[in-house]
């Protein structure tokens, strides 16, 4: 039984069942589902879910964020489900807009290829510090000779990944479009085929076909993988099946290399160009700090919308193009940024043990690169904290842009992508990262700190904090008037809760109706059946709208008396309002709205 099936099984029920799945893959951190009716699926089950960090619906797709585990819980929920992998290639719902399919089937081209390109990056981070840091005027491979070998390693892997890259494109238009991988593969291989060094001309006289080699080149793997795609079904469709193994893969295989020869890839080429000319002007114009302050602080929205994968391709190009980018170090400073804003929280609620724990998870995976667990999980929740990381962001990247700091290569987008930046911008990137991770925390703490003291909930009493259906009265244990919690006081005081308004008093004393500044309404009825008493043994301190300020005594009660009288002493604390909220196990806020 594999570890997520359980979850896995409510997922499946939550979402509408197996017959409500259109298709379902997954990438870095998330489920993406294409349903036949979303509004089939329970959100409020959903984001109950232990394992949910959030959910999106965004270009076609219900979307829940499960965070770094999400191979593992695909496979099981794949066998839960009882779902065809192979089934699912088309992940594009009929809904979609045309730049809803486009920008939905080049994240789920790219989104595959992630782990192996933050892995070459990587890599290439390493051999960079091998051949560059000195010590003393020597390099550490000068200094260590067992290093050489090492470091030639580094570059056999590193030149396998992004020279041959077009191989992986073409190989993963073809998976998700659904026709022959294995022509994509050769295809791919065609166009990086090392005896292509420069150019070579074919002679079919009394014409020559130029033949380049397209290692590293982006637009044109993309471009011959799309016509493969559409010879391939063409002639599928148009073949007898008797002949369809020899004609299929011998036409498309051929057409689709002399097009892309003779068309698709000096198109390609100069889209390339143009990109990588457009975007390097912008990064280091006179005016480049504009630039920098707008994607920097706007990076991720372009996340939200789902448009960030053209940003992988844009880095490449410029790799390509310049021997490097000036555009993924500000990709890597925004992630650094939304984990500051999430450490801010975390250290805000770090008296909740459940919710510091989470918070915790989620900030560590910001920093390594995976950015879903803080974004959905904790900075969107609360909203603020996801604007003052896009300020952090925003100011690091200023001086990132300005500093003309480069990496190499992509690599881990959080503090590990020091290692993709050229070893001479170490100092300048440190200090990027400095800002990036002071200036969100410090502007989250200090709204956060305003926001969570004014909207915090504290007990209005002392003693045991009991379920309410526990509670010995229908109407509270059945929740109609609303869900919430019960306490038997111990004590003779009620305190106010949070800073608001009392918007009821009633005139036996003993039920008080207040309002907070967040529209969050709660009745405390102290005692049960307490209403006979007439008013004896309360005294009420307030009046209907009276402001009251958290821990301010409402009411004084005789407890003595009351029990005298053979009254419970079991206080319902009802939240009468619509909101959902969750009980803490944080001693002085025991509530939160959610």
Known sequence: MGK??????????????????????HCVTRMRFVLIDDSLADIKAIEDMSITKGIMNQSGQFQVIIGNDVTQ????????????????????????????????????????????????????????????????????????????????????IYQAIFQLLPIGIIWSVTKKMGTNQILGIVLGIILVYPALSNTTDLNFYPYNMELMNYQSHIMPALLAGFMLVYLDKLFTKITPNVI???????????????LTYTLLGPIGITIDNAISSIIWYCLTCPFNFIFGLLFGGLYFLIVLRGFHHLT????????????????????????????????????????DEKLRKENIDACISCYLGVSEPALFGVNLKYKFPFICGMIGSAIASVISIKTGIIAASIGIGGIPGILSILPKYFGHFFISMIVAIIAPFILTYILGYKQFHE?????PMKGKMIPLSDVDDQVF?????????????????????????????????????????????????????????????????????DLIKKGQVICEIDSD??????????????????????????KENILEVI
């Open 4 to 25: 997520y099936q359980n979850e896995a099984s409510i997922l499946l029920h939550a979402i509408g069942g197996k017959d409500n799945i259109q298709s379902v893959m």
């Open 73 to 156: 819980f695909y496979n099981d929920f794949i066998e839960v489900s009882g779902i065809s992998k192979t089934s699912n290639s088309n992940t594009t719902s009929t809904q979609q807009t045309p730049i809803q399919k486009f920008m939905s089937t080049i994240g789920e081209i790219f989104a595959p290829l992630i782990p192996v390109i933050i892995c070459g990056g990587f890599i290439l981070g390493i051999k960079n510090c091998l051949d560059t840091i000195t010590f003393c005027g020597y390099t550490l491979i000068e200094i260590y000779p067992f290093l050489v070998g090492m470091d030639t390693l580094l570059e056999i």
């Open 244 to 258: 369809q193994i020899i004609i299929v893969p011998l036409f498309s295989l051929l057409l689709s290399t002399i």
């Open 312 to 351: 992988l391709i844009i880095d490449l190009q410029l790799i390509t193009a310049y021997d490097g980018t000036l555009l993924w170090p500000m990709i890597a400073l925004a992630n650094i940024a939304q984990g500051s804003a999430t450490l801010a929280i975390t250290y805000l609620q770090r008296k």
């Open 455 to 459: 909207l915090s909930f504290v007990a």
């Open 477 to 545: 244990s059945q929740k109609l008037m609303g869900d919430g919690f019960a306490i038997e006081l111990d004590g003779n005081k009620v305190i106010a809760p949070f800073d608001g308004e009392v918007i009821m008093t009633f005139p036996t004393k003993h039920a008080y109706g207040l309002r907070r500044s967040d529209g969050l309404e709660v009745l405390i009825h102290i005692g049960m059946d307490t209403v006979q008493l007439n008013g004896e043994g309360f005294k009420c301190l307030v009046k209907t709208g």
């Open 561 to 586: 008396y009351i029990k005298r009288k053979g009254k419970s002493l079991v206080s319902p604390i009802v939240i009468t309002s619509r909101h959902q909220f969750r009980l803490l196990e944080d």
